[in-house]
């Protein structure tokens, strides 16, 4: 067995963790990444729509001290 290839000196590069809706991806926002913006950390997107992803995605990223992507992401529900 071997671990996964370095990106960057970082073994984690993007972390996403999924909530319930829309509301609660913008309150992820408002609630943990808004503050944590206040510590230098950056938040390279707000919350938006993310139809490059697929047309019902939505969500918010920043970046964690080590430069490692972090985002709270809905992708809605099955049309």
Known sequence: MTAAPLVSG?????????????DAAAA?????FGP????GT?????????PQYHPRS????FRDPDGSNV???HHGSPA
């Open 58 to 61: 939505y969500g918010v990223f």
């Open 36 to 39: 944590v913006q206040r510590t």
């Open 28 to 32: 992820s926002y408002t609630r943990v």
């Open 10 to 22: 970082r073994m984690l590069d993007h972390l996403s963790l999924r909530v319930a809706d829309v």
């Open 71 to 73: 985002e709270a992401v």
């Open 42 to 50: 950056e938040i390279p997107h707000s919350p938006q729509e993310w």
